[in-house]
């Protein structure tokens, strides 16, 4: 029997963020206009959180599949490296947790409405196919903008919408930071693995447009993320506060500092690590002052 530890290790813990950090900040812009419903919060929540760890496995499963995760390579949860898990273990539990999050989705959609599934049935379409089959998305070049759209926006959207039930345009170029942040994850691992992509037939953006266009536009996903947020706060679309979110800067410039310097995989790693740390602290900050803003 596969131990709990074990399956918690599966889904990458570390990368949840990623599926928190969107919902979190929906519902507190949804602040601004109504109470917050908690049920409901913690339903969006948790089916966010089991849509990714599936899509997490799955990505796993394939992955090892397509010969992108070999023996001793940097891949997020090593459980089939370490025999932890079989492959087959390793998609089942996957798609148990797509069933789980579905199960929310359906619950959401009979609560709030069925526009819930106009978003929720598009993430899990891509989450799956994100690396399922020869037409999948990551290895296709459309990974960056697949993660930016799920993760980065219609997370944020779906969680704003199931607490008003309206959906506002300025929500989509709100949760911009967020997608940028998200596309700077996947891009920094595409820049840790350019020249292993290419062995496998793996198309990235990274791939297409070389290292140093990969470069570029590793500088323009990081800072680009601050210049968005300081012209939202100036056009009154986001609170004054919001710009806390600035004090994470240092972690960027470090992040984008070992990607200028070098193209040794695992000093990337580290720029890797960095930008999920980003993702999170940049986020969490954001929370905090959006609150903040709203709540004076």
Request: proline share 4%; net charge positive; hydrophobic share 50%.
């Amino acid at each position: 029997m596969i131990s709990p530890k074990t399956v918690l290790a599966s889904t990458r813990p570390f990368s949840l963020t990623a599926s928190i950090i969107p919902v979190l900040f929906g519902t507190i812009l949804a602040m601004k206009w109504t109470e917050i419903n908690w049920g409901i919060f913690l339903l969006t929540l948790a089916g966010a959180i089991f849509m990714q760890c599936g899509t997490n496995l799955v990505n796993d499963y394939f992955d090892y599949k397509k010969g992108a995760d070999q023996p001793g390579s940097l891949s997020p949860s090593g459980v089939i490296d370490r025999k932890e898990m079989t492959p087959v273990q390793v998609h089942i539990t996957g798609l148990i947790f797509f069933a789980l999050g579905s199960i929310i989705g359906l619950i959401l959609a009979s609560l709030t409405g069925s526009f819930i599934l106009y978003i929720g049935i598009p993430s899990l379409l891509i989450g799956y196919f994100y690396t399922a089959t020869r037409y999948a998305l990551a290895y296709n070049g459309f990974g960056e903008f697949a993660s930016g759209t799920t993760l980065g926006v219609l997370a944020v959207i779906g969680s704003y919408y199931v607490q008003t039930l309206t959906v506002h345009w300025e929500t989509v170029l709100i949760s911009l930071p967020n997608a940028f942040l998200i596309m700077a994850i996947l891009h920094a691992n595409n820049l840790r693995d350019i020249d292993t992509d290419k062995l496998i037939n793996k198309i990235t953006i990274a791939g297409l447009i070389g290292k140093k266009g990969a470069r570029i536009e590793y500088y323009i996903l990081m800072l680009g993320t601050y210049i968005i947020l300081l012209l939202l706060v100036i056009a009154s679309l986001l609170p004054a506060w919001s710009l806390i979110a600035i004090v994470s800067l240092p972690i960027a410039l470090k992040a984008v500092g070992i990607a200028a310097r070098t193209w040794e995989p695992k000093e990337l790693n580290k720029a890797l690590g960095l930008t999920a740390m980003l993702h999170l602290g940049f986020g969490l900050l954001l929370c905090i002052g959006t609150f903040i803003g709203i709540s004076i």
